[in-house]
């Protein structure tokens, strides 16, 4: 069945960087296209990057463009978020998902904080 497994979350300072990494199974990942996600305590999830298949075209949330990139590498299954210069608000449960399936990952938690 569809599996997605995030890791690389934890707690860092302000201007720290960090790479999540999105572990997937139990689909044709080179055919699908990929999202993160965010939820911060108290609010609602919401997008943050996308990558279509073939990892030619990127968008990102306005808040984090310049500080983090999403890339894939399909030959390991695997899709990244590399996030610099973190900052307090981007301290949140980070989620991949899957569109073409509804699907989502159990989350990885980052926390930006001196």
């Known amino acids: 069945q569809v599996q997605l497994v995030e890791s690389g979350g934890g707690l860092v300072q302000p201007g720290a960087s960090l790479r999540l990494s999105c572990a997937a199974s139990?689909?044709?990942?080179?055919?699908?296209?990929m999202s993160w996600y965010r939820q911060a305590p108290g609010k609602e999830r919401e997008w943050v990057a996308s990558?279509?298949?073939?990892?030619?075209?990127?968008n990102y949330v306005d808040s984090v463009k310049g500080r983090f990139t999403i890339s894939r590498d399909n030959a390991k299954n695997t899709v990244l978020l590399q996030m610099n210069t973190l900052k307090p608000e981007d301290t949140a449960v980070y989620y991949c998902?899957?569109?073409?399936?509804?699907?989502w990952g159990q989350g990885t938690e980052v926390t930006v904080s001196s």
């Open positions: 998902y899957v569109p073409r399936f509804g699907r």
């Open positions: 139990g689909f044709t990942f080179s055919s699908s296209f």
């Open positions: 990558i279509t298949s073939r990892g030619d075209n990127k």
